[in-house]
């Protein structure tokens, strides 16, 4: 079958920027990374249709930062927007772009995006990156850039919020503390386990010249808790946490294979062949904490989209926030955490860098550059708030010799199926419920601060719960998945454990 050139994408474009030392803002960064990315697909960016821009989020920035880069980059004019919040935007913008290319309806675009935390808390010490919002940023004297993307509602509701469930860096642990009790591990056990693909990743890094950090460590340094690695949320020490203070930035160039071969950039075209998106419920609603049906769901649609197997793909790069993603991620797309090929093309978000919702980018853009040498396929996965929206792609070398331009999969009906099987949650309750995770939370001092926890109760409502003030301090190092907690009280429920 003939190939239509005219709506086969094609990633011709990479570019990407680190700044160490000067003070620079989120646009400057995306500016670089485009400029590189123009200086990769010669003559490419004068023929942009669309900039879209992934939302910054632990940066100070503008509501209109694609139209900001649009006028730093001489192309004033061209459409402009802005992507939701989430670390999925950057996969979901590009399965969107292909889809549009394959149906005719776009010819050329840029994906970009950066993070300047980094010189943010240079220029205002004392600022929590964690805070910082641009939901709500000033557009200044012009109008904000449209908002595209996968909606915020529902990654978290009343009972995670009461509870003190807000930041994904305790958030993620308790997902994590239910893996580790199906193995019998403690969180001193686990942590061992985990540390060891995480120090693969810090050996992917260190050969990255885009990463923020090169040096390797062992499965011990970054197992072991001190002062330079302090506990932040049981099983988790500080460098299995992304680090988002860093100052980077990406931008991709898609366009048609036709547009690419009449510019002469046929040979380091790569080729997206299929996407898929998917969203899981609220926390506390999961049947399953260490489980994701909307990354399953979405894999196998994305696959099968392709029609390639995963002993097909060369290179991963899975998202990887915190262990427990990577550890869902590969369990739900069937691939072992020690598999040879390895699980990310970056370092990973402890040792490249998390630069908020722009990391899954740097992904793509690392195994672009890595199809463009060798290799047939590559898979990139982003995952959004709490593992909550999550969006894949499966990348190759060649184009899709069926004709077949690019395939959004549509998985509507498992999205259906996710959503009915949410479990009732309630605010209020009294009496035994059962643990299903768990963590314990620290502050800086090395106290523990708070040990929120996900239970059941024998009527199969789920709720989310503080301990008791007086029970705190006895937590440390300790994991509650499968005891039994006496809970009372509303917004949230109180429990209490046996010693």
């Known amino acids: 079958m003939s190939i239509d050139s005219e709506r086969v994408p094609v990633v011709v474009g990479v570019g990407q920027a680190i700044e160490r030392e000067r003070i620079v803002g989120v646009v400057e960064l995306a500016q670089r990374a485009t400029l590189a990315a123009s200086a990769d697909a010669p003559g490419l960016l004068d023929r942009v249709e669309r900039i879209s821009f992934v939302a910054p989020s632990f940066s100070r920035a503008s509501a209109a930062p694609a139209s900001e880069l649009a006028a730093a980059v001489r192309r004033a004019g061209v459409a402009c927007e802005v992507s939701t919040a989430g670390g999925n935007s950057p996969q979901w913008l590009m399965n969107r772009a292909c889809a549009e290319i394959a149906e005719g309806r776009l010819r050329t675009t840029l994906i970009c995006g950066a993070e300047a935390t980094r010189s943010m808390r240079l220029a205002e010490p004392g600022a929590d990156f964690l805070r910082i919002s641009n939901s709500a940023a000033d557009a200044g004297t012009g109008a904000a850039d449209p908002v595209v993307g996968t909606p915020l509602r529902g990654l978290l509701e009343a ?43 810090s050996q992917v890094a ?25 506990l932040t949320a049981e099983p988790y020490t500080k460098r299995m946490n992304s680090f988002a203070q860093v100052d980077l930035g990406s931008a991709l160039l898609v366009t048609t294979l036709a547009q690419a071969t009449a510019l002469g950039l046929r040979d380091q075209c790569v080729f997206p062949w299929a996407g898929a998106s998917n969203r899981d419920v609220a926390p506390t609603r999961r049947p399953d904490l260490a489980a994701s049906p909307a990354i399953r769901a979405a894999g196998r649609a994305c696959f099968e989209a392709a029609g390639i197997g995963l002993d097909q793909i060369d290179a991963f790069d899975l998202y990887s926030c915190f262990p427990i993603a990577v550890e869902v991620g590969a369990a739900e797309i069937g691939l072992a955490l020690d598999d040879p090929r390895g699980l990310t093309r970056t370092g990973g978000m402890s040792f ?13 853009a690392s195994v672009v550059l890595g199809l463009r040498e060798r290799g047939s396929f590559a898979y990139v996965s982003g995952n959004g708030g709490y593992l909550s929206k999550h969006s894949l792609g499966i ?12 395939v959004l999969a549509d998985t509507d009906r498992e999205q259906a199926e996710i959503e009915a099987a949410a479990l009732p949650v309630t605010l209020e309750a009294a009496g035994d419920a059962r643990v299903v995770g768990s963590t314990v939370v620290y502050g800086r001092d090395g106290q523990v601060e708070a040990a929120p926890v996900i239970a059941t109760l024998p009527d199969g409502r789920r709720l989310a719960a503080r301990a008791d003030e007086r029970i705190l301090q006895g937590l440390a190092g300790r994991s509650l998945v499968g005891e039994t907690i006496h809970v009372h009280g509303a917004n949230p429920p109180i429990y209490t454990v046996n010693a």
């Open 159 to 201: 009972a995670e919020i009461k509870a003190g469930l807000v930041r994904p860096a305790d958030v993620y642990p308790v997902f994590e503390s239910a893996l580790a009790a199906r193995s019998g591990a403690t969180p001193a056990q686990w942590r061992e386990r985990l540390a060891i693909f995480l120090a693969r990743g």
């Open 206 to 230: 260190a050969g990255n010249p885009f990463a923020w950090f090169h040096e390797v460590f062992t499965p011990a340094e970054i197992a072991t808790p001190g002062a330079d690695n302090r």
């Open 352 to 364: 490249f860098g998390g630069p908020g919702n722009n990391y899954t980018s740097h992904g793509i």
């Open 395 to 406: 990348y190759a070398s060649k184009p899709r010799e069926s004709g077949q331009a690019f």
